[in-house]
């Protein structure tokens, strides 16, 4: 085990194209880093900016969205909604002082496996050399509940 | 030293504090008023395009939201120096005069006047405006709730909320009156006019007719000579809204009279390292610690000021009660802190005839109510009178109008000196050895802040940052020997070492 | 024996109290039926009086106002012990509101806009400090947090009202319920509810029309020429946070033709509003290729500050670095 900086990345990927093209690459033995966690969504329009903050917010260092090409969606247009949020996306994370370089948006058709093993590689490595984003945890104070169930046992 | 403290001041907008020194024989050594709150509005709306300044700045103060609206709005224009049309103008000066009388009136009702209406002594669960309703009646009590009312409909309809309005942007205001909602406000402004003078009467009564109160009013235990502020127009009358400042001395002399813009060659403001309010003083006169009188830079800015800076009211009603209150107390400038009280009313009147001369303007229905800036973005300051004092914002914004300085001097801000001279004094006053200290005495020092009708939110809008610990090491005499910080990390001043 | 009220701001403008007072003659039936033990805005009672009082003798403390000094969390801590039901009240204690806006920058900058302005004369270059000997004793000042927190940050929360400020009508439906609750003829929603607002979107109470969108430029309010009284401002190109902000308000703002800035907060079911507008926003505008997407959003000058005006210390990443980054 090395002391390097493991990023760790979630990778949205659609259904249609560019899951397929994943798993095309998994079959075709094409190595891809462990750092990249994949989770699929029927559409990269289905793609909401809270995805994107949660992620970031709870530990990972890079955003990976994956979708089809721009008049390929499989329902029709929906991808370019991917694209708006995420230059809306880069836009306010600049303003945070995230480094937009952390989410990233990339098209892939089923049959570009390689492709998107290699752009996936390449991002691991962008991530790697821009450092842990390491958010600082958010404050959870008790559930209200506990506090009242508390009090009622403390009462006589 | 013996420390009395008063956490927090209540019946005012904002946080404070006040700690009371006794030496061994029990007179009071020094009292010091600490505002203890910061938001940091200098610092976050850098950044921020300069039209939402009047929707951001306005969250400074929840009691006078307009009176940041307006000045930032008035900002906003010089900005881009753009020129509202007649009927935007007075459109936001209509709203201005409807939140001024709502405004006044719940500081006299509910946050001062409990004091002279339950008495300063009375039991905390009464003295306040449950306990004024309570003792008055139904009827008049609903007369206040009934102004309050008005006061916040008419500011909703022509700004779109009671509180934190949202129509005044660079080059006028996005909505304008129909007739139907014009026969309203002006009803409701007749309506006001009434109110306040019965607000007068009912001063005459419980205040003026009740000997010991017109003592304090009168007499000198809350009385300060200090230099006085207000916005004039072009006759030197007051008006909240628009003009310049004028500034007269404790002898009643005018030293002169500022336009926005030129506001930084007559005000500075001072820090203190133990209070997150700074502590404005006249540029002419100077600094000269926290004392009174014509050779110190101490001023104020209240009703009362404003009454003092100007020659007169602009309207008649309140004119024939501006002459009655200065032949009632002797003369210009009226130098005793509970008649601020007193002029709050006088220009509660003003207010709501104010109300009613814009409402019933030919041009206040018109449909031309906002230009669009042509002009490239600067600088600009606006100013107007906020109940509590003058109000000034100066923004300074890149070409896309995006602000790149923001500067405010509030209200409240201005009177930090004032304040803090009148409850030292007060302090001083009524406690002498061996006076047993009770909750009620106490509160007849916080009555001479409650005067000012302080909004220290306003006051406090900006945010320091990281604070350092800082020891001061005095010898006997209270020379300071060494001061001793920790600094937090960064470029910070070298501590100041004096060998001893 | 009236049960006790109690109303506090910590780092707030006091808009919510006159909120309250602007419920008009319903304050009176709050106080037929409750003891209002603690509101500094409008009486008397002080610190030790709340120290004083038993924990949970309280039964209900509308808090408003963010989380910004030791100060404000110390009344946090100590209003949560005293209170049986603690709500947080308005936007600054539900989402942080404007003051949240403060954690886009550091403190540091923020000393330096504070004591370096135009107007401000400081050759010693003095600032405040939280503990400072002053020739008769020492004077405290609270510290500072470096990042604004909302109340349910700090302490468990109750309820929740959005809002700068909660609308009187609102807060006069929820003194109703209260008093309905002490009277036994109504029991509280489940704890972590919203009150006294709605469960759907500004755009559902504003009477403007809608139609099928595809916006190809925003504008700044002054820019506009004309504002159709009758059309979605969205529509018209201004950027308004109706589709991403929870309902409760009538909309008032669009009525007047300002666009909504956000202030009750977070639609239902939204985690953080300002994803929820960048995603509306995104379905409705037009551009297909990264050029004229950016054409279209260069309208939107300052992201951050639209998106997230009230409720950035509520979202996910509650704050920007300069906020807590420590320097290198």
């Known amino acids: 085990m090395s002391d390097r900086f493991e990023p760790v990345i979630i990778g949205f990927t659609c259904n249609w194209c560019s899951y397929r093209a994943a798993d095309a690459a998994g079959m075709g033995r094409m190595k891809y880093p462990p750092n990249i966690r994949l989770i699929r969504l029927m559409c990269s329009g289905r793609i909401d900016p809270t995805f994107v903050l949660k992620a970031l917010a709870e530990g990972a260092d890079g955003v990976l969205i994956s979708g089809c090409h721009p008049g390929d969606c499989h329902y029709l247009e929906q991808n370019y909604k991917a694209l708006r949020r995420h230059r809306l996306l880069q836009r ?6 995230i480094e937009p370089e952390r989410v ?53 | 030293m013996q420390r009395i403290t008063i956490d927090p001041m209540t019946r005012l907008e904002g946080h404070g504090k006040i700690e009371i020194f006794l030496d061994e024989a029990g007179n009071v050594a020094n009292s010091y008023l600490q505002v203890p709150e910061l938001r940091g509005f ?20 929840g009691v006078c939201p307009e009176a940041h609206h307006m000045a930032a709005a008035k900002a906003a224009d010089a900005v881009y120096g753009v020129v509202p049309p007649p009927a935007g103008r007075k459109l936001r000066e209509l709203l201005y005069s409807a939140f001024f009388f709502a405004d006044h009136t719940t500081h006299f009702y509910i946050l001062g006047g409990p004091d002279f209406i339950m008495g300063p002594e009375a039991p905390v669960a009464e003295r306040n405006i449950l306990g004024v309703i309570r003792k008055v009646g139904a009827e008049v009590g609903g007369r206040v709730i009934q102004a309050r009312h008005f006061g916040h409909a008419t500011v909703e309809i022509l700004g779109g909320r009671k509180v934190h309005p949202c129509t005044s942007v660079p080059g006028g205001v996005t909505k304008g009156l129909t007739e139907e909602e014009r026969v309203e406000i002006e009803r409701m402004g007749r309506w006001a006019v009434e109110f306040a003078r019965g607000s007068l009467e009912l001063f005459s009564t419980a205040v003026l007719g009740n000997p010991e109160y017109r003592e304090a009013l009168m007499g000198d235990t809350y009385s300060h000579r200090t230099y006085y502020i207000g916005l004039v127009d072009a006759a030197h009358r007051v008006n909240f809204y628009d003009g310049r400042v004028s500034v ?10 500022y336009a926005p813009h030129e506001y930084t060659d007559w005000i500075a403001e001072r820090v203190e390292p133990w209070s997150y309010l700074k502590f404005p003083y006249l540029k002419k006169v100077g600094w000269k610690g926290f004392v009174d009188g014509p ?14 800076a100007a020659d007169g009211m602009a309207t008649p009603l309140a004119q024939a009660e501006y002459e009655r209150f200065y032949e009632a107390m002797g003369g210009k400038p009226v130098h005793q802190r509970l008649a601020i009280h007193w002029a709050r009313l006088i220009e509660l009147l003003y207010a709501a005839e104010r109300w009613v001369e814009l409402a019933t303007d030919p041009e206040i229905t018109s449909p031309d109510i906002r230009v669009v800036p042509s002009a490239r973005p600067t600088e600009g300051v606006g100013i107007v009178e906020a109940p509590r004092g003058t109000l000034t914002h100066h923004y300074r914004t890149d070409d896309r109008g995006l602000l790149t300085m923001v500067n405010l001097v509030v209200g409240t801000t201005n009177n930090g000196a004032a304040m803090s001279l009148s409850i030292n004094k007060a302090a001083r006053t009524l406690i002498q050895p061996r006076t047993p200290v009770d909750e009620g005495l106490l509160n007849r020092i916080e009555m001479a802040y409650r005067a000012y009708d302080p909004c220290l939110g306003c006051a406090t809008h900006a945010l320091p940052g990281r604070v350092a610990l800082q020891v001061s090491i005095r010898d006997a005499r209270g020379e300071v020997l060494q001061v001793l910080r920790s600094a937090p990390p960064g470029p910070s001043p070298a501590p100041a070492c004096r060998a001893p | 024996m009236k049960p006790k009220f109690a109303m506090y701001w910590a780092a707030s403008c006091g808009g919510c109290e006159i909120a309250v007072l602007n419920t008009d003659a319903k304050v009176l039936d709050l106080d037929a039926h409750f003891d209002v033990a603690f509101w500094p805005a409008a009486m008397d009672a002080k610190y030790r009086d709340v120290e004083a009082m038993a924990d949970g003798s309280l039964l209900v403390t509308l808090f408003n106002g963010g989380i910004r000094t030791e100060e404000n969390e110390h009344m946090a801590r100590l209003l949560r012990r005293k209170s049986q039901v603690l709500v947080a009240f308005g936007a600054c204690a539900t989402e942080g509101g404007i003051p949240g806006l403060a954690n886009l920058s550091s403190l540091e900058s923020a000393m330096d806009a504070a004591y370096a302005g135009p107007s401000t004369v400081n050759p010693g270059d003095t600032r405040p400090v939280t503990a400072w000997q002053a020739p008769e004793g020492e004077l405290r000042l609270p510290r500072l947090e470096p990042v604004l927190r909302t109340l349910d940050q700090v302490v468990p929360v109750d309820y929740y009202m959005p809002g700068c400020p909660p609308e009187a009508h609102q807060i006069a439906a929820v003194v109703d319920l209260l008093v309905q609750v002490v009277e036994g003829k109504a029991s509280l929603p489940p704890p972590g509810s919203v009150i006294g607002a709605g469960d759907s979107t500004v755009c559902d109470e504003c009477p403007r029309e809608r139609n099928v969108k595809n916006i190809t430029r925003l504008a700044r309010v002054q820019e506009m020429v004309a504002i159709d009284p009758r059309v979605c401002l969205l529509e018209q190109g201004l950027l308004c946070s109706g589709p991403a902000t929870r309902s409760g308000c009538r909309a008032r703002c669009p009525q007047v033709s300002a666009p909504c800035i ?5 639609a239902p079911g939204a985690l953080d509003q300002g994803a929820r507008l960048m995603a509306a926003l995104a379905s409705v505008m037009a551009g297909k290729e990264p050029e004229a997407v950016d054409r279209v959003l260069d309208g939107i000058p300052d992201p951050a500050g639209t998106f997230y005006r009230f409720g950035l210390a509520h979202s996910l990443l509650r704050s920007g670095t300069a906020a807590w980054k420590a320097e290198a």
């Not at chain 1, 306010?92 to 002082?97: E, R, V």
């Not at chain 2, 007269?248 to 009279?257: A, D, F």
């Not at chain 3, 956000?262 to 977070?266: D, E, N």
């Open chain 2, 295 to 308: 050779d110190s830079g101490v001023y104020m800015a209240t009703p009362l000021s404003r009454l003092n």
């Open chain 1, 104 to 156: 990233r948006l990339t098209w892939a058709s089923a049959a570009e496996g390689a492709q998107l093993a290699e752009t996936m590689t390449a991002f691991v490595e962008e991530v790697r050399a821009l450092g842990p984003l390491a958010w600082p945890a958010r404050p959870r104070p008790a559930a209200v509940a506990e506090l009242h169930e508390a009090a009622a046992e403390a009462t006589p």
């Open chain 3, 262 to 266: 956000g202030c009750y907060g977070a």
């Open chain 1, 92 to 97: 306010t994370l600049a303003q945070l002082g």
């Open chain 2, 248 to 257: 007269v001395s404790p002898e009643g002399e005018r030293l002169g009279t």
């Open chain 2, 42 to 61: 200098e610092r976050f709306c850098v950044g921020r395009p300069v039209e939402e300044m009047p929707n951001l700045t306005s969250r400074i103060c």
